[in-house]
Nanobody
Framework: QVQLVESGGGLVQAGASLRLSCAAS????????MGWSRQAPGQDREFVAA????????DYSSSVKGRFTISRLNAKNTVYLQMIGLKPEDTAVYYC?????????????????WGQGTQVTVSS
């Protein structure tokens, strides 16, 4: 089992930056792809970004590409999501997720472990 705990969310104004962190405990993140998804009220959970175990492979949704950066520090079992140029439409609960496999996927249901989420609210 892998336990994931997100942190770093908050209330910011449009144009601000935030960095989300996801700390893993239990089994390590070794050889696991990781990802971030988000869910706004009344909407389905949507893919945001993903990264392979080595960090050499990343993928982003078109809505965040160029503004968000996913990274990981395996020595600390931690994954990050750096967000700049935040927009009101980025407001959502952000979830960290891990896969058993090391392949990047954009479908949230294909991730095996999930955190509880951290709220990000961007005011206009």
């Amino acid at each position: 089992q892998v336990q994931l705990v997100e942190s770093g969310g908050g209330l910011v104004q449009a144009g601000a930056s935030l960095r989300l962190s996801c700390a893993a405990s239990g089994r390590t993140l070794s050889s696991r792809a990781m990802g971030w998804s988000r869910q706004a009220p009344g909407q389905d959970r949507e893919f945001v970004a993903a990264i392979t175990w080595s960090g050499s492979g990343t993928d982003y949704s078109s809505s965040v590409k160029g503004r968000f950066t996913i990274s990981r520090l395996n020595a600390k079992n931690t994954v990050y999501l750096q967000m700049i140029g935040l927009k009101p439409e980025d407001t959502a609960v952000y979830y960290c997720a891990a896969r058993i496999q090391n392949s990047i996927v954009r479908v949230p249901s294909l991730y095996d472990y999930w955190g509880q989420g951290t709220q990000v609210t961007v005011s206009s």
